[in-house]
């Protein structure tokens, strides 16, 4: 990287390839970036250490062999191919990696044994049980009734098979079948030693106060407590919390990789600023120096800017291990705090778009800032802020598993009131399948009846009080607290336009001081050429402002982009912004099939009756 003559430096404020390599120095092509970015990323899936070193690169390694350009949509396309943990630039995965949002997160809540979605269905599941047990009995009597003169021998086999299923409103269903075949010594046997009997038995209970309705099963499950709630409607809830959540993370790295694309951006601009006016200082002093009328001091003088830009350069290559531009410092989405350094703020860049962090070669940004003047409606923005942002969506979501808890814990202010019904019929012989008489195995007249109800009450219902204003007391804490975010969401949407507007109209009185500051430097540079020297500390303090100009104007610059990039982040659409999309797995063919059959039931005309489809009232 080389400097330029004051006359052509006006021009290259203006050019609009001020981010790319010089025309004698081509960047790499689309084919070969998107080669080189797949082999790096490929790269450094493997668990090694990296061969590279940071101490590899200096300002005469910034060439277009080693400098390869990315735009802000490749970066961002690079994270989130290649982010299986939400990254971000606080080292969170190393000081509590339980806290950390990753891509499995979702899954992990769907898939949970305890509170997941299958686990909460398969209360509602058919289960098929069977058993068989062998007796071999032998007794004594005090009498001659049992058993031959008292003493008694018997072998017993059990054997029984059925299944049990729970209803959506709360009814246990049984079907079973039970076999008994005894082989005893009783003298009074009218089928011998070997008999068999064998019933089928159906049964339900159904509760009609306490746990009945497939509203209370839907939220709380078969066989919920107080405080103990784990139904499906309540779980797909904790599904939906936690895909919000992974959002967030996204929304997060998204805007994190941005932040540390234009610290990147500012770095380069702040490097080259620098490589410049380290040259035109030495040419300054090299003029001095060819002056017989120059004092030992004014070289000194002179001498001293070329070492302090020299300096600045060295950091402004290197970098401090400096905080920069991070989400949540001064605004959710990230305020510019570019504290310098290629190196330092490459590597970040590179942390968080999964390539290694040393590698050889150096990325530089290739896209500018924003220009143009946006201005956004408010009463759009705020309803988008309202209805999209990632925290308030969070929020309803838990107001929404408030209210299902609510209703599930009133349940159990109600009396247990269950209605139970049996039948059963009997068969019984000296075979199980047929009977040497010639008579059906299961006679008609070998039926069973059971009904009745059972009824259970407890006392003041203090469990169930507790429970119920427990209940209340978190729905309205949510509700306090949504109100808040909001107020929060409409401070943040605020100061993000406010911002736009600030720093759109300070990025054009920048570009103006720093025209001025240009034509300044032609105009002494014009006064030297004519043998009419000005005094070198107008000179000098005019490098410094010069470049504190080139400097403060691309910050100015930088601050406009992330000022409406933060206003897509309050209103919760930057991830439309930047062209993210994010989906749940597909359904499958048979549920799509039935939905849109349903769909194509549906008369357009007729305004349909308000049902909940889920929680049916």
């Known amino acids: 990287m080389t400097g330029c003559g004051l006359n052509s430096l006006r021009q290259r404020l203006h050019d609009v390839n001020y981010c790319q390599a010089p025309p004698s120095q081509p960047a790499c092509g689309p084919e070969q970036l998107k080669l080189a970015s797949a082999k790096l990323c490929n790269d450094c899936e493997h668990d090694v250490a990296e061969p590279i070193s940071p101490l590899d690169i200096d300002e005469s390694?910034?060439?277009?062999?080693?400098?390869?350009?990315?735009?802000?949509?490749?970066?961002?396309?690079?994270?989130?191919?290649?982010?299986?943990?939400?990254?971000?630039?606080?080292?969170?995965?190393?000081?509590?990696?339980?806290?950390?949002?990753?891509?499995?997160?979702?899954?992990?809540?769907?898939?949970?044994?305890?509170?997941?979605?299958?686990?909460?269905?398969?209360?509602?599941?058919?289960?098929?049980?069977?058993?068989?047990?062998?007796?071999?009995?032998?007794?004594?009597?005090?009498?001659?009734?049992?058993?031959?003169?008292?003493?008694?021998?018997?072998?017993?086999?059990?054997?029984?098979?059925?299944?049990?299923?729970?209803?959506?409103?709360?009814?246990?269903?049984?079907?079973?079948?039970?076999?008994?075949a005894d082989n005893n010594n009783q003298s009074g046997n009218r089928l011998g030693r070997q008999s068999w009997e064998s019933l089928f038995e159906a049964e339900m209970r159904q509760p009609l106060l306490q746990g009945a309705g497939s509203e209370f099963n839907r939220i709380a499950g078969p066989g919920a407590q107080p405080g103990v709630l784990n139904g499906v409607l309540l779980a797909r809830t904790r599904t939906d919390i936690s895909l919000v959540e992974f959002e967030r993370a996204v929304r997060d790295l998204t805007a994190e990789v941005e932040n540390a694309y234009w610290d990147l951006y500012f770095a380069y601009r702040d490097l080259e600023a620098k490589i410049d006016l380290r040259n035109i200082a030495e040419e300054t002093l090299a003029r001095r120096k060819n002056r017989k009328d120059t004092s030992a001091g004014d070289i000194a003088q002179a001498e001293e800017q070329v070492h302090r830009f020299q300096a600045e350069i060295v950091d402004a290559i290197n970098g401090r291990p400096l905080d920069g531009t991070?989400?949540?410092?001064?605004?959710?989405?990230?305020?510019?705090?570019?504290?310098?350094?290629?190196?330092?703020?490459?590597?970040?860049?590179?942390?968080?778009?999964?390539?290694?962090?040393?590698d050889g070669r150096i990325i530089r940004p290739a896209d500018q800032p924003a220009e143009a003047p946006v201005i956004f409606d408010w009463d759009s923005a705020i309803n988008d802020a309202l209805t999209y942002r990632e925290e308030l969506r969070r929020q309803?979501?838990?107001?929404?598993?408030n209210?299902?808890?609510?209703?599930?814990?009133?349940?159990?202010?109600?009396?247990?009131?269950?209605?139970?019904?049996?039948?059963?019929?009997?068969?019984?012989?000296?075979?199980?399948?047929?009977?040497?008489?010639?008579?059906?195995?299961?006679?008609?007249?070998?039926?069973?009846?059971?009904?009745?109800?059972?009824?259970?009450?407890?006392?003041?219902?203090r469990r169930a009080h507790a429970a119920v204003r427990n209940s209340e007391l978190g729905l309205a804490r949510a509700h306090e607290q949504l109100r808040e975010q909001e107020r929060a969401v409409h401070l943040g949407l605020s100061n993000a336009i406010s911002e736009s507007k600030r720093a759109f109209e300070n990025s054009k009185l920048q570009m103006l001081r720093l025209d001025a500051i240009v034509k300044q430097l032609n105009a002494l540079e014009?006064?030297?050429?004519?043998?009419?020297?000005?005094e070198l500390d107008v000179i000098l303090e005019t490098h410094r402002r010069l470049?504190?100009?080139?400097?403060?104007y691309h910050q100015a610059q930088i601050e406009y982009s992330l000022a409406l990039r933060n206003i897509h982040f309050e209103k919760g659409t930057l991830l439309q912004?930047?062209?993210?999309?994010?989906?749940?797995?597909?359904?499958?063919?048979?549920?799509?099939?039935?939905?849109?059959?349903?769909?194509?039931r549906q008369d357009s005309q007729v305004t349909p009756v308000y049902r909940d489809i889920t929680i049916a009232r």
Do not use: H
């Open 61 to 180: 390694t910034l060439t277009s062999e080693l400098v390869f350009p990315m735009s802000l949509e490749e970066c961002i396309s690079q994270a989130l191919a290649s982010s299986k943990v939400m990254r971000d630039l606080g080292a969170t995965v190393l000081r509590s990696p339980e806290t950390t949002v990753t891509k499995l997160d979702p899954a992990l809540t769907y898939t949970n044994p305890r509170g997941g979605e299958e686990a909460a269905l398969s209360a509602f599941d058919a289960n098929f049980f069977a058993n068989n047990f062998f007796e071999a009995n032998n007794r004594r009597f005090n009498n001659q009734f049992f058993g031959v003169n008292g003493n008694y021998n018997q072998a017993l086999n059990t054997a029984q098979v059925g299944v049990s299923k729970r209803s959506a409103t709360g009814a246990l269903m049984s079907f079973r079948n039970v076999t008994l």
């Open 326 to 358: 991070r989400t949540n410092n001064g605004s959710s989405g990230g305020t510019f705090r570019g504290s310098g350094g290629v190196r330092m703020a490459e590597r970040k860049l590179r942390l968080l778009i999964g390539l290694p962090i040393n």
């Open 396 to 401: 309803r979501w838990i107001i929404k598993q």
């Open 403 to 461: 209210e299902l808890e609510l209703i599930a814990n009133r349940n159990f202010l109600k009396p247990q009131l269950d209605i139970i019904g049996r039948y059963r019929i009997r068969g019984f012989g000296d075979r199980l399948l047929d009977n040497s008489n010639g008579s059906d195995f299961f006679d008609r007249d070998l039926q069973e009846i059971q009904a009745g109800l059972e009824y259970t009450l407890p006392v003041g219902f």
């Open 526 to 534: 014009d006064r030297q050429a004519s043998g009419n020297t000005p």
């Open 547 to 552: 470049l504190d100009a080139r400097l403060r």
């Open 577 to 600: 912004y930047n062209k993210v999309a994010l989906a749940e797995s597909c359904s499958n063919a048979e549920a799509v099939d039935e939905a849109n059959l349903r769909v194509s």
